[in-house]
């Protein structure tokens, strides 16, 4: 006596329905795994192209060169270092400084957010580095305190010796030093 | 259920990557000056059309209210592109900062000579509208 159940009139035993059970459910599987596949793909790319949209800096060829020079000279004993500029346009007109800082996560979380969030970016020999506006420190609140009786909003300042690029408006470099 | 969650945090984990707003927060006397200018004029200004321009004019901040609609270069390089905002009232105002017109990449230019170095776009911006001249501690200079 075979047991199993009838289907389309036959008698199926239930070994074979156990297998067609298995490969319909691989076949389900296998389908939800392309489609998420697919959708993760489709994500990935949408993402791709949102991340693509960032504000590109260019500074002039002579302050580039310098930051590239600074950097490689750091990354040559340290290749995992990671780097950010800070933009400063000086209170004398035409003359503007950049920092060069050192990103280490988790020292700073309020820097971390600027750095994070900035979609300013400058474009060197396949280096790609966040710039930070000097505006940035000066307006953006990074929560509230109080003063007397005022509520104010708190801002950040970076404290520590950063390497500086002085520059002119004509891209003469003036100065360079910590 | 379990891929509907897992499809649910995959979703959370791409929006994250995106930048977020940064928001600056301009002194209290300043945003009141410009809400009180938008309000006056809220009937003939386009806001979506409204952006915010912010340069250093020498120890002071001068923030000017713009048209940026004018110029397809400005609208395409920076505004579309920029997480930085003002909030006034209830609206957001993009914002441009001086480095953004000295330093974007708004594209190449051909050499003026034969074999010579590429040069690039540059723009000159002149507002003429309602502008606001402060200093750090947020007292109005003009």
């Known amino acids: 006596m075979v047991l199993g159940r009838t289907f389309l009139g036959k008698q199926i035993p239930i070994i074979k329905l156990v297998e067609t059970h298995l490969i319909l459910q691989l076949k389900i599987k296998d389908s939800m ?18 991340a693509q949209d960032y504000l590109e800096y260019a500074f002039p060829e002579k302050v580039s060169d310098e930051i590239v020079n600074y950097i490689n000279k750091v990354t040559k004993s340290e290749p995992d270092a990671g780097f950010y500029i800070i933009l400063n346009s000086e209170n004398e007109e ?5 920092y060069i800082g050192r990103s280490e996560k988790g020292n700073n979380s309020k820097k971390d957010f600027l750095l994070a969030n900035t979609n300013r970016f400058v474009i060197m020999d396949s280096l790609k580095v966040p710039v930070i506006l000097d505006e940035d420190f000066q307006f ?8 007397g009786d005022k509520i104010v909003p708190i801002r950040m300042n970076i404290v520590g010796e950063l390497y500086f690029i002085r520059f002119n408006r004509y891209g003469k470099v003036v100065e360079t030093g910590w | 259920m379990k891929k509907v969650i897992l499809l649910v945090l995959i979703l959370l984990s791409f929006g994250n990557l ?13 945003t009141e000056l410009l809400s009180k200018y938008l309000s006056e004029r809220n009937d003939s200004l386009k806001k979506d059309t409204l952006a915010l321009y912010l340069e250093k004019s020498g120890d002071l901040y001068q923030i000017d209210l713009m048209e940026f609609s004018f110029s397809r270069l400005i609208t395409d390089t920076i505004i579309s592109r920029t997480n930085r905002f003002v909030k006034v009232d209830d609206t957001y105002l993009p914002l441009v900062t001086e480095e953004d017109i000295l330093f974007a990449n708004f594209g190449e230019r051909p050499p003026r000579k034969e074999g010579g170095a590429k040069g690039k776009v540059k723009i000159l911006l002149i507002i003429e509208y309602f502008a606001i001249k402060f200093d750090r501690k947020g007292n109005i200079h003009e």
């Open chain 1, 33 to 50: 795994c392309r489609k998420l596949l697919l959708m993760i793909a489709l994500l990935a790319l949408t993402n791709r192209l949102i």
């Open chain 1, 94 to 98: 035409g003359a503007y400084k950049i």
């Open chain 1, 140 to 147: 953006v609140a990074h929560g509230y305190g109080t003063r």
């Open chain 2, 18 to 30: 995106r930048a977020q707003k940064i928001i600056y927060e301009l002194p209290p006397k300043v």
